[in-house]
């Protein structure tokens, strides 16, 4: 079973993007979810989630806090993550990761570690 990520590419400082996660294999609001990225040279950082069912609690690290937003729409069995303002720094490979426990209605994680189910990814590089 597989998440699919959607919607990297090349984009100036300063511009948006929105990536989205989806699958046909299983439904995602029982799921907590969370975006990671991993930049060339650098580990895997997990840097949003979302709990499951009404995405009620999202989580952001410092460093995409305020430009990045995590949402999901359940009927369209998809979580996204909103990138504003965006800085050659967020130039990397970004996943989603999906985990299902008895605390992901009111708590997610940033992982990687104990996460269900990933995605392969898609790369987002902002440059001039």
């Known amino acids: 079973l597989q998440l699919v990520e959607s919607g990297g590419g090349l984009v100036q400082p300063g511009g948006s993007l929105r990536l989205s996660c989806s699958t046909s294999q299983f439904a995602l609001d029982v799921y907590a979810i969370t975006w990671l990225r991993q930049a060339p040279g650098k580990e895997r950082e997990g840097i949003s989630c979302i709990t499951s069912g009404d995405g009620s609690t999202t989580n952001y690290v410092d460093s995409v806090k305020g430009r990045f937003t995590i949402s999901r729409d359940n009927a369209k069995n998809t979580v996204y993550l909103q990138m504003n303002n965006l800085k050659p720094e967020d130039t990397a490979v970004y996943f989603c990761?999906?985990?299902?426990?008895?605390?992901?209605?009111?708590?997610?994680?940033?992982?990687?570690?104990?996460?269900?189910?990933w995605g392969k990814g898609t790369l987002v590089t902002v440059s001039s």
């Open positions: 990761a999906a985990e299902n426990a008895y605390y992901t209605k009111t708590y997610c994680r940033y992982g990687p570690d104990g996460m269900d189910y």
